[in-house]
């Protein structure tokens, strides 16, 4: 399984913060970072490399969570943005698609519904052309299989597999993919198929995008597997 996709979640409501904050955690698919206020929200983003989605409710102390979204959008923020509406906000089931949000959910809702609307809309945006990732100096697009350097005014162009394998590790977050595990992922359960051709990949992969391919930065093993470091903060053991 991937490891935690970090969610932020803005409301208002401290009981229903904490339970999404803690139901999200509960599996280990999530983590989840929480803001009770468009200020906090926007320094909690301002503030950290990733985030995957937000769940964004539309009444706040500060604002309204709608011109926040509406917002981040003109800046350029192109990840799942799912909004909490209140029962009998009829005005904002209109305005939500103009707003830029990606779906709305009306309070009270069940988190079962909830959970599936974001699982859909992350599967969604990860294969958009709209999907970008940071990777080192690296702006990573996924559907174009392409790496870009702005710094050096620099693209590395990647092979499906290569495209998968980073997809995959990017996912896993700080978690250790092992190598059997990653294989099956992204070559599928096929007998002819061995470790080998992944740490062939690997390599080639390494040859492209890390300074130093002997002692990588981006790309580790680590634990029998491989971890991507999108900060490039650690050097393989």
């Known amino acids: 399984m991937p490891g935690d996709r970090p969610i932020l979640v803005v409301d208002d409501d401290p009981t229903l913060r904490t339970m999404l904050l803690e139901q999200l955690a509960v599996d280990g698919e999530f983590s989840a970072e929480g803001a009770a ?15 995957d989605a937000v769940i964004l409710d539309v009444t706040l102390p500060d604002g309204d969570g709608r011109d926040l979204c509406a917002r981040l959008r003109q800046q350029g923020l192109k990840i799942p943005i799912i909004m909490l509406l209140g029962s009998d906000d009829e005005a904002g ?19 079962a519904e909830l959970l599936a609307r974001l699982r859909a809309q992350l599967r969604i945006f990860e294969n958009s052309e709209d999907a970008v990732f940071t990777i080192g100096p690296y702006m990573f697009r996924p559907m174009a299989k392409t790496l870009q350097e702005p710094a050096k005014n620099k693209r ?19 978690t250790a993919v092992p190598r059997q595990v990653l294989l099956n992922e992204v070559w599928g359960y096929n007998a002819n198929v061995t470790t080998h051709t992944l740490e062939t990949h690997i390599y080639r992969l390494r040859q492209k995008i890390e300074p130093d391919p002997g002692a990588a930065r981006l790309l580790i093993t680590e634990g029998g597997g491989y971890r991507l470091d999108p900060e490039g903060t650690l050097r393989a053991a």
């Open 37 to 51: 206020s468009i200020a906090e929200a926007e320094a909690a983003l301002a503030g950290r490399s990733r985030f």
């Open 93 to 111: 089931v209109v305005r939500e698609p103009d707003s830029g949000a990606n779906d709305c959910v009306a309070k009270p809702f069940r988190l």
């Open 156 to 174: 590395i162009r990647l092979t499906e597999k290569e495209a998968a394998i980073l997809k995959y590790l990017y996912r896993a977050g700080a």
